[in-house]
Structure formats: C-alpha cells, structure tokens
C-alpha cells in the first residue's frame, strides 16, 4: 500500500545551521506531497506543498521539490532557527478531498 | 480564514464514562471532518471520515461503537468516546475541508488530549 516514511529524530541543530529531513514516498500513483509543522501543544499548519513532479513548495524558508525519480519531497532550510522547533511530517494524498497518508514525523530541536 | 477549533482542548475523565469532543469550522463550511489520533512521540492515525449530513467511514479497526461520530452541519462534528478506558488516553485532532477554502487542504484544529484515569 501507499505509505511515507521520514528519517528519525530527533534532530537537533544549533541555530543558523542547514537542515534536510529526509522524506520518501511509495505510492500506485501520482499524489500531492504535503510537508506539515506541529509546535508543541498545537495542531498541524501546513508548511507547504507540491502537486506534481518536479514542483517545488516553498514558505517561511522551507522548501521542499518533489522527486518522482527518487519518489522523495525532502525538506530543507537554509539557516533554522530556535523558533523552528517543531514535529515535522511529510504526507500524501491522492485525490483532491482523499485521505491524507502521514509519515512518522520527525522532531527537530535547534539551540540557541 | 479557514480556522478549526477543537474543544475541550483538554479533559480528564473517569475510566467507564463517556467524552465528547467537537470540532468546529469557524469561518469556512466544511463538507468533509477528519478525526485523527495521535499517540505520543508517532504520527497521526485517521480514524473516520464524516461528512456533513450522512454516516462517518471508519478505518479498519476503530471501533464504531466506541467512537462515535456525528457530522450535524457544515460547522460542526463531535467525536464522543463511550464508556472509555485508559488505553483510550491520546492526543484526537479534527480537520477540516471545505470546498470553497483551497480545496483539497485540510485544515486541522489544535488537537484535544483526553487522559482516562
């Protein structure tokens, strides 16, 4: 069946640093990709997303480019900081209105 | 715009009573509701799907009697747990879609975390 899987955490960068959390995909067909941010004690924003191959999403510094060859939508930020501490989760969906399919998430810690 | 507000945002419960939960749409009609749980430190479950007016669609193994769902208007779904037990303490966050908000997104409320002692 379809599922996302994402590196484990957590991870945890000083500030300023590059980051990239790892996401691959295995889907039948051809979804969207969506990365989510949850900060704690929140519910989930989306951070941003692709509907097609080769697409990059982009938003508050994160980007993200989905690769149908490498069926990977991996997300990277050039400088992180503090307040980007967060549970990061990349998902799949398949139709417009479908059913979202999340990865683990992964939880990123950046220190001052 | 498209806000989702889920409340109570947390409750306590003895073990054998029942919880409802509501999600509410605030600025956005939603045709379609999602209750997800999520368990600490893993990623969300989908439990069901409701739409505005008919029946909820269960994920295989959530218990439909246990959790029941109910999808009275295009604002507003409730998730009542019945007769619950501590094995049923998680984090239950709602989303919501509207076919006039950015269809296809979710829009997802702050999650209600229910402990069963």
């Known amino acids: 069946g379809d599922s996302v899987t994402q590196m484990e955490g957590p991870v945890t960068l000083s500030e300023e640093a590059f980051l990239t959390i790892n996401c691959t995909y295995t889907a039948t067909g051809y979804p969207s990709l969506f990365w989510y941010v949850q900060y704690p004690g929140e519910g989930l924003q989306l951070l941003l997303k692709?509907?097609?191959?080769?697409d990059k999403g982009s938003n508050k510094g994160f980007e993200a480019t989905y690769r149908k060859e490498t069926t990977s939508f991996h997300l990277e930020k050039g400088s992180v900081q503090v307040s980007d501490s967060a549970v990061y989760f990349c998902a799949l969906v398949y139709n417009q209105g479908g059913k979202l399919i999340f990865g683990q998430g992964t939880e990123l810690s950046v220190k001052p | 715009g498209a806000v989702v507000s889920q409340h109570p945002s947390w409750v306590i419960c003895k073990s054998g009573t029942s919880v409802k939960i509501e999600c509410r749409s605030l600025?956005?009609?939603?045709?379609?509701m999602f209750w997800y749980r999520q368990f600490p430190k893993q990623s969300l479950m989908l439990m069901a799907t409701?739409?505005?007016?008919?029946?909820?669609?269960?994920e295989q193994g959530v218990e439909k009697d246990k959790f029941l769902i109910n999808h009275a208007s295009l604002t507003l779904s409730t998730l009542t747990v019945t007769s619950a037990h501590p094995e049923d303490s998680s984090f239950y966050i709602c989303s919501a879609q509207g076919l006039a908000v950015r269809y296809n997104e979710q829009f997802f409320g702050p999650g209600t975390r229910l402990t069963v002692l």
């Open positions: 692709a509907t097609k191959a080769d």
């Open positions: 409701s739409n505005e007016g008919s029946k909820a669609t269960y």
């Open positions: 600025d956005f009609q939603a045709t379609t």
